[in-house]
């Protein structure tokens, strides 16, 4: 029910700045607290045609650490590698550099063996030199 509740504050008259405080904080805990059920409504919400419920479903891992769930991390993001969209580029770009801080390795080797928008590319391998 929280995050049938989340999904309409994500959808109802979005933006980045209010999607990008509601995934990571609030929806991110939710599923933390319930992995099982919570990962799957990200699958869910990933399969979405708002951009801005597939922008949260790419960004509620963003401050897991070591608590990163890489499946589905990388399967949200390889979902949505093609598009087009400013934010939905930018935010694969954001998690991916955000998650290269726990496992700078991995996040390398994603990168280099999948085809990523050049935005997402670049945010991704920003403090790598």
């Not at 939710?30 to 922008?55: D, F, H, Y």
């Given at each position: 029910n929280d995050l049938l509740f989340c999904q309409k504050l994500?959808?109802?008259?979005?933006?980045?700045?209010?999607?990008?405080?509601?995934?990571?904080?609030?929806?991110?805990?939710?599923?933390?607290?319930?992995?099982?059920?919570?990962?799957?409504?990200?699958?869910?919400?990933?399969?979405?045609?708002?951009?801005?419920?597939?922008?949260?479903?790419?960004?509620?891992?963003?401050?897991?650490?070591?608590?990163?769930?890489e499946e589905l991390l990388f399967a949200t993001i390889q979902r949505h590698a093609e598009s087009k969209d400013f934010f939905l580029q930018k935010s694969i770009g954001w998690v991916l550099r955000e998650y290269a801080k726990t496992s700078p390795q991995v996040v390398q080797e994603f990168v280099g063996s999948h085809t990523l928008a050049p935005l997402s590319k670049r945010e991704a391998l920003k403090h790598f030199k």
């Open positions: 994500v959808e109802m008259k979005s933006w980045w700045d209010s999607v990008d405080s509601i995934a990571p904080k609030i929806v991110g805990d939710i599923v933390l607290a319930n992995r099982m059920e919570g990962e799957a409504v990200m699958v869910e919400w990933a399969k979405s045609s708002n951009r801005w419920t597939n922008r949260a479903s790419i960004l509620h891992q963003l401050k897991y650490k070591d608590k990163t769930n």
